[in-house]
Each structure stands twice: as C-alpha cells, then as structure tokens.
C-alpha cells in the first residue's frame, strides 16, 4: 500500500492534536514540542510553512520574543536566510544600554513589561518579519510592533504557529492595522477538547 506523505500543515496540525493537552479551559500546553522540549523536524515544517507564506517578500530580518519565540524564528529564518533578532525581557549586563523599548501587558501576572533591542540590530527602513509561538491577547506582537515602529523600521507581516481565535489577540491586532497569519487556529479548548477552525 503506497504511504501517503503528510503535508507540513498536516503535521503540525497532527501534532497539536494529538500531543497538546488542554489545561482549563483556555491554556493549550505543547511542551512536548513547542514550548520546553523542541521537535526539530516538526520546527522545520514550520519554518517551511512560513516561508511559503511570506518567501516572496523582501525581508532583511526577522523578529521574535524570548524564550519561546526564539527556537522557531531561528529554525525559520535558514529558509529565509536572514538574522533573527529577539527582544529581550529582563534587562542584563549583557545588553546595549540604547535600546528600542516596547510594553507588554501580561494577563497572567497582571502587569506590565518591558521588551528591548538594541537600537544596532534595527535600524531605519529594516524590513522585518514578526514570529511568534502563541496570539493569545496580542501583547507581545503589539510590543514588538511599537519596536519596529520606534525605530523606523517596517514591519512586512507577522505569523505565529498557534493562534486562539476565541481569544481577543487576532481581532485586536487587526483593528491596530497589524495583520497576523496563524498556521494553526484554535478555535475552542472547552471540555479539555481542542478544536481547530
Ligand atoms: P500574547 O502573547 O498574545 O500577548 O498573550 P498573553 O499575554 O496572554 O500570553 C502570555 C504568555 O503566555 C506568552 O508567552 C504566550 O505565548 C503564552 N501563551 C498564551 N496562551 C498560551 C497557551 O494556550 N499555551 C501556551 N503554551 N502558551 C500560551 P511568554 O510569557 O512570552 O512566554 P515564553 O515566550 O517565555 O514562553
């Protein structure tokens, strides 16, 4: 019997399915892929299908957040062959003084935060590509918007892996003029079940 192979959409999708597990009714863990340990092969679809999706435009790097962010900006930016830069959360001895500052809101610890990259790795007319893992509330996209915005650089599109479409992020994001593609689109976690749009 000939096997079919499955598309890169198909294994994402698979994946989430059949290892993300539902916590509440508004939490989806991944942590068996995504978000602690990583499946490098399941990254590189993603990175594949991201690069479909924005390979035609011209962009000069691409931009995420840590700690999540980072696995799966880096993984994708080898197809487009450009950096990733990602703003940083916590201020340390290691980053430039000058930097580019956005705000974040983070409804789990009900406050706000500040995101930063050094104003050397975004300068004026950058082209950029947001990634991200989650859209949940839009915060952390928002953050790296008011960045590229900041700096006089331009954002060319932003995508993340798993949106949670019954969560205000993508809605919000596009009333702000800041279109965001989700490869996955859940569309409800109730009764620990995940269904995808
Ligand atoms: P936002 O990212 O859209 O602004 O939403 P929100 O403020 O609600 O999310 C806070 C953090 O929780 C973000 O990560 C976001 O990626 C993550 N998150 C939101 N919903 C889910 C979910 O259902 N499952 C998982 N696994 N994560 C979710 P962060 O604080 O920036 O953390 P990290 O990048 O260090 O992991």
Known sequence: MAVTELSDLELVKQAVLSQGRVIGNDILKVDSFL??????DLLNAIGRIFHEK?????????MTAEVSGIAIAAI?????????????????KNLDPDTWEGTVYSYTKKQT????????YLTPGEKVLILDD???????IKGMKQIIDDAKAEMVGSGVVIEKSFQPGASLLQHLGIPVYPIIQVESLDNESISLK
Do not use: M, W
Request: hydrophobic share 50%; aromatic share 12%.
């Open 35 to 40: 978000n602690h340990q990583l499946d490098v």
């Open 76 to 92: 994708a930016a080898q197809y487009f062959k450009v950096p990733v830069i990602f703003a940083k959360k916590t201020l340390s």
């Open 113 to 120: 935060y500040q995101i930063r990259v050094a104003k050397r």
């Open 54 to 62: 924005f390979g035609h435009l011209a962009i000069d790097k691409i």
């Open 134 to 140: 989650f859209l949940a509330n839009g915060e952390a």
